[in-house]
């Protein structure tokens, strides 16, 4: 989301060279739902630090999660591509991998994080949310994530 306030460096990310915000998005890996949104941050901040911040402590005893490349030096808590030792397990990585792109595409069908929104960080973040809500639903009514 493009901020509408004065330019503030932390709210700017270098991959994208604009200022907005972004959410962290959990989806089950045998289910294909969407069970966790987290948010709004910064888009600057780092997708580890946020993971600090919430999802980890939310995990139970031995729980991990898999996430991106952007994720690192939470061995113990999260799996990243790079992990894999064998095709098996390079395979089944990608397959979650897609599992959750599928789910950010129809995410972002709506615009939310791309187009300005100017009524504030605690409504942009009940937007979010219930935006998230339409492709769950979608999910349970037929149309699954692969």
């Known amino acids: ?7 503030d460096p932390k709210f700017c990310s270098h991959k994208f060279k604009s200022n907005g915000l972004k959410y962290e998005v959990g989806v089950c890996i045998q289910s294909g739902n969407i069970v966790w949104v987290n ?5 600057g901040e780092s ?15 031995g729980e991990m999660f898999e996430a991106d ?5 939470e061995d113990f808590y999260i799996k990243i591509p790079k992990d894999a030792t064998t ?6 990585k990608t397959i979650t991998r ?9 995410l972002k069908v709506f ?3 791309r187009d300005k929104f100017h009524h504030g960080l605690e409504k942009h973040s009940m937007c979010f949310r219930a935006v998230a809500v339409i492709p769950q639903l979608s999910i349970e009514h037929g149309h699954p994530l692969y």
């Open 39 to 43: 948010g709004p941050f910064r888009r």
């Open 98 to 106: 897609s599992r959750h792109e599928t789910a950010n595409s129809r």
């Open 69 to 73: 490349g952007g994720y690192g030096g």
């Open 87 to 92: 095709d098996e397990q390079r395979r089944i």
């Open 1 to 7: 989301m493009p901020v509408q306030h004065r330019y």
């Open 47 to 61: 997708d580890t630090t946020i993971a600090r911040q919430a999802v980890i402590n939310a995990l139970d005893d």
């Open 111 to 113: 615009a939310i994080l």
